[in-house]
């Protein structure tokens, strides 16, 4: 299985194959997996909101989609992976407690999730698999080796995409 490495929130890395990424609770964070199909480098960023752009303290670029997906991508093309065989798969961005406001600024999960495929977009990172919404928190395992990533729940069971 090679090396067990832990992101936590607002976070990201990335290995080489063989290793397994995991990240703990996702809630409306969002779980970002970047993985090279041809050389096997592999990483993650764990973002807690969408945007950098509105928020002050914003030096941790892991904690946002906009920033921590791009700086994942250069530290992993850095590492050697090949920008055209990078695909992406994501989870999380669940809404974890019913308001009776429905304002977009309780809907985080939500706007994680599309922050994330924006992103994702922009970069011209197709994603091929993904796990998000609900109302449950996952914990995920991006395994090196194949690609795969394992989702695991409480009360929704376990799943690889």
Known sequence: MGELIK???ADMNYISSPGVLTTLGLGSCVGI?????STKISGMVHIMLPSSI?????SNIAKFADTGIKKLLDDMLKAGARKNKI???IAGGAQMFNFNDSSDVMRIGARNVIATKETLQALSIPII????????????ELYSET????????G??????
Do not use: F, H, P, W
Request: glycine residues 14%; proline residues 0%.
């Open 87 to 89: 695909i992406s798969k």
């Open 156 to 161: 929704y069971g376990t799943k690889q995409i």
């Open 129 to 140: 698999a993904e796990d998000t919404g609900g109302n449950y928190g996952r914990t995920i």
């Open 54 to 58: 509105q928020i002050k303290n914003n």
């Open 33 to 37: 997996c970047l993985y090279d199909t």
């Open 7 to 9: 992101v936590g929130m």
């Open 147 to 154: 690609g795969v990533l394992l989702i695991k729940t409480i």
